[in-house]
Nanobody, 115 residues
Framework: QVVESGGGLVQAGGSLRLSCVAS???????MGWYHKAPGKERELIAT???????SYEDFVKGRFTISRDDAKNTLYLQMTNLRPENTGVYYC????????????WGQGTQVTVSP
């Protein structure tokens, strides 16, 4: 129901653009990107609301940009000035469904940032 792509290996300071295609039943909600660092819990880092606004965790603000294409049911995350601590698996989902405990997760896309 969600398929993430676009990850890879990049040096610190580099950029990547992640994509997520979701089914319509999910994409009708506000959508978010989640980051799971090695050994840590998955956390929401950016949200694109259905009304067009966005929000970010402080540690990605100014470096990451989330956007959505409602015509394509696709969510994007443009990541710039990447840091080694951004390494991990990135997932997309609807925070509303995650909060309700009914979200189905995709396989995510691996991002590795070398020093």
């Amino acid at each position: 129901q969600v398929v993430e792509s676009g990850g890879g290996l990049v040096q610190a300071g580099g950029s990547l653009r992640l994509s997520c295609v979701a089914s319509g039943s999910i994409f009708k909600y506000s959508m978010g990107w989640y980051h799971k660092a090695p050994g840590k819990e998955r956390e929401l880092i950016a949200t694109a609301y259905t009304g067009g606004t966005t929000s970010y965790e402080d540690f990605v603000k100014g470096r990451f940009t989330i956007s959505r294409d409602d015509a394509k049911n696709t969510l994007y995350l443009q990541m710039t000035n990447l840091r080694p601590e951004n390494t991990g698996v990135y997932y997309c989902n609807a925070p509303t469904l995650v909060y309700r405990g009914v979200a189905s997760w995709g396989q995510g896309t691996q991002v590795t940032v070398s020093p």
